[in-house]
């Protein structure tokens, strides 16, 4: 008999059978299942904290490590600009005197602000007040003023053009029309009774190339731009003559003598202003306030106002207190007047506070009054040292970035000259003086003159994560200047509370991450041990048929025949990995975000870091711009035009000339390389020509001197080649030392072109004590000498193509006869022209030297 199923008696007896079967085998497998899953787990554990730890402790070493590196790094570049700062030069001293006429102009700002208010209530006209600004102008160092309506436009000015007609100006928001001036256009938005001051450090003016430095303040009787403009002039004398004497006490002299005559003008303003105040009926508490006012938003520590006996009419000072009696230092009463005004020497105790204070007083002729005006110095001490001033504005300028958090400069001689913190440090910044270094940690002061005896950086970095008392990072390294001479040191203290914050936080996440993977994949390992072993029991279920002597059940080992093993241990073996894969992708991301974050923060820090190297860059390029001749220049009988583009920021060609005599002096130098250090050797260069031509007249000799003097102070092998020549003015006579430069060339008044012969000479800087040839030439009237740099024909195109001499050659040919001006445009148009906007690969440089065919006789 068949069953409906199809299956005999027999067949169903022996199901059950197979039932029994499978149900007594069912608990090996739930064994070997959790024998599996139990291993997988305790290795994966294994792993994954093994690699968590490592993980950790690699990241905790690398976070240290990174902080120490840029803690040091920082350190280096505030030591190399201190080291500047200390060092005697040119840029270094225009920068402390940028730094140093911030406080006075903008005191004189907001002086002149209150004297356009005070002379409007007075009923003083335009004119009135024009006159009182250009006599301000005409009696201190004052250039310029700029005084603007509610429309931005300068109705009152002491500038005037060559007819002596007053300037027109307004002030535009748009920096494409005004890329310098629009940066004030802001203060018209500002309210009348409160203060905003914009500072501008010198730059090269656009309309006239002339290095001026401006400070503008807002209105305070109505919305208008209140601005003073000082010009900074680097010439033969004063700031160029006190750079290069070597002498700091000198420098020191000089800065301060800037600060003084700027102090002197406050004096002037504020005099005007209460002959203005008086005119108009003020009290004395009204003018009393003012002045405290001006006290109260400027640097200015104090304004007295005395009759000519020295009896206090009026007084301001920051915290509304005023004075009676006499004005301080009394004494000196009678030699101000004398005098019309006197800068106390050095730097005075103030009786009020025992603070250090430069003083000046003024006793104008045509006033009955006299100004005493008193500036705070902070950081000076007793030492009566301006450039300490510069010292302690640059460390606050460092530590407001936040980064170091404090900081603190020494001398030679172990003097604490200047220190700043930030807020974020828990200390307000006057404590950093009353808690020096060493009284924050045993192991700094130690560390500090580790740093002086080895001249090396020294750096403790103590990350804490469990005691935040000893957590931080103190790095000291002495500054030393150009020549190896050490002129103190610093001592830095950088929060690690962040980085220690982050470590900890990323332990957190670690262990969240890791317990949540453990979860996850015990979870997903015991569903793929129970796939892994079903097949397994299966096919062992089937050998067990064959074992009793029982017919297997196909049915039970179809899914697995269905395939070969081979495949489906591949199966297995690919979704394990892929588990595992995954869970390492995760982990490398998260390690990835971490890396990126800290280079995302050391990216921020280095550009804050460059920031501060390009201000430097741009103040070296508004020097060497300064420095380079350019320009047409009609001597008489010959007329001449120079022009320099440097390839960088600053560029190592120089073009220089001046009359001596009736001698003209020409000097075209090339120094090899471009960048910062040729800049250094031109300008080293151009000095080493310039003394030597003081202490020769033949060219020869003044080149021989040159060179002597380059090479021994040539550190990096730097040379410099140049035409140095002599043009009699009166006879064309023409006396030149050619130093392995470019030939120059004659161009005729009949479009001829001679190149002239050269002087077998090297390039200077190379070898000591050798002889310069000269040769000597006449240039006829009407001739034109055109003496260049290899950046004319070095430059250029889009097709990698040089322009090369038969270019210039080819253009000489076709303007040769032109002016010099003319000739100079041409040639830059033409190369312009070919290079099609392909920047320059070196320095661009020419003189045109023209001699007249007619002399007009004077």
Known sequence: MIEQNGSTPEDTGAMTLRQRILHSLSPRGHRLATVVFVANVMLLIITVLAVSLTLLISSTNGRRDQARNTAEQTANLIAEI??????????????????????????QAFAAAHLVQAAAAAGYDTSEVINILSSITEETVLDEFWITDVSGFAYLTNVRDDQGELVPFGFSPNPAEQPQAYKFYGLLETEVDTFEVVTQPAQVREVDR???????????????????????????????????????????????????????????????????????????????????????????????????????????????????????????????????????PGTMTHPKDNGQYKQVSIARPSSDHIIQVGLPLYGVAGSGNILYVVYQDEAEILVERGYPEALWILNQDEELVAAAETERAGVEI?????????????????????AQETGEIQSIVRLGLFNPEQRGAWVTTPIVIEGGNNIGGLVQYVNMDTIAEGILSEVRQTGLVTMLLLIFTGIATYFGSRLLTRPIEKIADAARYVETGEQPDYALIEPVASRSDEIGSLARVFQDMSIQVFNREEVLETLVSERTSELQSTNRQLRRAQRAINQDL????????????????????????????????????????????????????????????????????????????????????????????????????????????????????????????????????????????????????????????????????????????????????????????????????????????????GVWSNIAEFSAGTAAADDMTCLVLHRKTVTTEV
Request: net charge negative.
């Open 82 to 107: 201190y080291a500047s700062i200390g060092e005697i030069s040119i840029p270094n001293v225009a920068r402390t005197v940028d730094a140093l006429l911030n406080a006075p102009m903008t005191a």
């Open 430 to 450: 006057g404590e950093v003086w009353n808690r020096p270094y060493n009284s924050r940690s045993p192991d700094v002061e130690q560390l500090y003159r580790l």
């Open 210 to 344: 002339n290095v001026y430095k401006y400070v503008g303040t807002n209105g305070i009787d109505q919305a208008r731009v209140v601005q003073v403009g000082n010009q900074i002039i680097f010439s033969n004398e004063g700031l160029l003559n006190q750079a290069l004497a070597g002498d700091r006490t000198d420098v020191s002299a000089t800065v301060e003598s800037e600060l003084v005559d700027n102090i002197r003008v406050v004096g002037t303003i504020l005099d005007h202003y209460v002959m203005a105040s008086e005119a108009a009926g003020y009290s004395a508490e009204e003018i009393s306030a003012h002045l405290s006012r001006i006290t109260a938003n400027t640097s200015i520590g104090e304004i007295l106002v005395a009759d000519r006996s020295g009896n206090t009419l009026y007084s301001g000072f920051p915290d509304g207190s005023q004075h009676s009696g006499p004005i301080y230092y009394p004494e000196l009463v009678e030699t101000v007047i004398e005098r019309t005004w006197l800068a106390h």
């Open 618 to 825: 741009e103040m070296a390029k508004v020097v060497q711009a300064a420095l380079v001749r350019e320009g047409s220049v009609d001597l008489e009988t010959f007329t001449t035009c120079s022009r320099m583009n440097p390839a960088q920021l600053v560029g190592g060609d120089f073009v220089d000339f001046q009359v001596i005599d009736d001698v003209l002096f020409i000097v075209v130098g090339d120094v090899s390389g471009k960048g910062v250090a040729s800049a250094l050797f031109m300008a080293a260069s151009q000095a080493a020509i310039k003394f030597a031509a003081a202490e020769h007249s033949h060219v020869g000799k003044i080149t021989e001197t040159a060179n002597d003097r380059l090479c021994s102070q040539n550190p990096m092998g730097l040379f410099v080649t140049a035409i140095i020549a002599k043009v009699n003015l009166k006879t064309g006579v023409v006396d030149y030392v050619s130093a392995g430069h470019e030939p120059p060339y004659m161009l005729g008044q009949d479009g001829s072109r001679t190149t002239l012969p050269g002087t077998r000479g090297i390039a200077a800087g190379v070898l000591e004590e050798i002889e310069f040839n000269t040769r000597q030439i006449i240039m006829q009237p009407g001739e034109t000498l055109f003496i260049y740099t290899d950046g004319l024909t070095d430059m250029v195109n889009t097709q990698g193509e040089l322009y090369g001499k038969h270019r210039l050659e080819q253009i000489l040919d076709e303007i040769g006869t032109q002016t010099p001006h003319d000739i100079v445009e």
